[in-house]
């Protein structure tokens, strides 16, 4: 089922036992943040913030929305428990059937409309979310949305954004991210105000979807609706010529004018550090707030893994390679990107099919658009992927240190990436490297291929049904 709005879904992850609802009076400053974090790293219950220092009863704060896979599964309306690897397929099947979204005229984020003057940023509680951070940021958990001036294509993308002033943000505008490309190729070259919207508080798979880098020509809306299984509702913005969804929370409307800079930053960030340092960086400038009655802002602080980055992206991120994989016919057998790890490292099981076959699946992940590890991993197809134990093994006994690392002394870097100098992320300089956990195919496997001690290899089949079939007589619980 989809959901209408994120306040249906709240109620939806309450059901579960997922929601905190926190009546006790929190602080915006930095306190709000401490909670999140923690129960990202406990595994605790999405919190719900009744009472903030300083706001009117009704403006509440909604944190780690989609920090886990049962959470996601909850917003794709499936069993909770649903693995990860079914996670990957649903995404997939789901999103090869996209939905066109449809277009109102009224919406619930249009119960306030403030323009020009009465615009004020500061009404709605932005956090401090991490100490050190270079401001409150509004935007942690949002969709910004721009449109391709020359071809009309609408991204959804999901770009910090820090509060400057009554009226104005600043966040990263990188040109290799799309709404980058439409500032830096097209409007700021030309002396145009790029104009944009962000939405604050979508249902979670709109939110999902931002966050999820997709290629260039693909509508996020549409995938969105594919997702849910029904289309989008979008409405009008009040000053600019673009579409958000109806039932978002709250929507700022305005323009990036060009050739403006103004020091953002620093924020704790999905890698897990305080990794982008403070720096001159474009400004949002508000020009329209339109937002719900009692509106809440959902937040995410993000950090050490796992939160709602790391989560969705590897379910998102992890089925596109793993789609990209499958279109070379490469026997593979599973995937899995760790969320653990960032989005850094991605481990593939393969049915080795002929010599150097981890070459050819290193090169088509890093052949991808965008969201590419700098690390992958190759296993034998009976590695399970989503067992980290297996995956150690593998790696500590097939890898050869010297023939089986293969180094790619450059590649493409992110300014976010921790293990870069600053030279290298300003330049978005990297390097790159796979490991071959495989045995080697001409190794005879009756001589050199040494046999694997486990329960269900070194012991004859009849054995293991017997110990199996007397496991509680043994005294064994489970």
């Avoid at 693909?218 to 913005?237: F, Q, T």
């Avoid at 899995?336 to 393969?350: E, G, I, N, R």
């Avoid at 070459?359 to 009976?382: F, L, N, Q």
């Amino acid at each position: 089922m989809a959901f209408k709005d994120n306040r249906e879904y709240i109620d939806a992850l309450a059901k579960h036992g997922e929601v905190q609802k926190i009546e006790k009076e929190v602080h915006w400053n930095l306190e709000a943040g401490a909670i999140v974090r923690r129960t990202y790293e406990l595994g605790k219950p999405a919190p719900f913030f009744q009472n903030i220092t300083g706001y009117p009863k009704g403006y509440r704060m909604f944190g780690a929305p989609l920090s886990s896979y049962k959470r996601i599964s909850i917003a794709l309306g499936i069993d909770p428990n649903t693995s990860y690897r079914q996670l990957m397929e649903t995404y997939l099947k789901r999103k090869a059937q996209p939905i066109k979204p449809v277009f109102v005229k009224d919406g619930p984020c249009k119960e306030n409309i403030q323009l020009d003057g009465d615009v004020n940023l500061f009404q709605f509680p932005a956090p401090m979310l991490h100490d050190g951070d270079g401001g409150r940021y509004l935007c942690s958990w949002h969709a910004n949305i721009t449109k391709d001036p020359e071809t009309g294509i609408t991204n959804w993308g999901m770009y910090r954004a820090m509060i400057h002033t009554k009226n104005s943000l600043g966040g990263l505008l990188e040109p290799y991210k799309h709404i980058g490309y439409h500032y830096s190729r097209y409007y700021e070259p030309r002396g145009e105000p790029m104009p944009f919207a962000i939405a604050i508080g979508m249902d979670p798979v709109c939110s999902m979807m931002a966050l999820t880098p997709l290629s260039y020509d693909l509508a996020e809306v549409d995938v969105a609706g594919g997702l849910r299984g029904s289309p989008v509702e979008l409405i009008k913005c009040e000053t600019v010529d673009l579409m958000v969804p109806a039932a978002s929370e709250i929507v700022l409307e305005g323009v990036v004018m060009p050739k403006e800079r103004v020091f953002e930053g620093p924020f704790g960030e999905y890698t897990g550090y305080r990794a982008s340092p403070r720096d001159e960086r474009p400004v949002y400038r508000v020009k329209a707030i339109t937002h719900r009655n009692n509106p809440i802002l959902t937040i995410s602080c993000m950090g050490v893994p796992i939160d709602d980055c790391h989560a969705p992206m590897a379910v998102t991120c992890g089925a596109e390679m793993l789609a990209d994989l499958r279109a070379k016919a490469l026997p593979i057998r599973d995937l899995c990107a760790y969320p653990q790890c960032t989005s850094f490292l991605v481990v593939v099981s393969v049915k080795t099919p002929y010599p150097n076959v981890a070459e050819k699946i290193a090169a088509t992940i890093w052949a991808r658009e965008s969201a590419t590890p700098p690390y992958v991993m190759i296993v034998d197809d009976d590695v399970d992927p989503n067992n980290v134990w297996q995956v150690l093994h593998a790696f500590s006994t097939k890898c050869h240190p010297w023939r089986g690392i293969t180094r790619l002394e450059h590649g493409t870097g992110t300014p976010l990436t921790p293990f870069l100098s600053r030279y290298e992320r300003i330049n978005r300089l990297g390097a790159r490297a796979y490991f071959d956990c495989t045995w080697p195919l001409d190794w005879d496997p009756s001589i050199a291929v040494p046999p694997r001690a486990s329960f269900d290899n070194i012991f004859p089949k009849e054995l293991q049904d017997h110990v199996v079939k007397n496991w509680a007589d043994y005294g064994f619980k489970d």
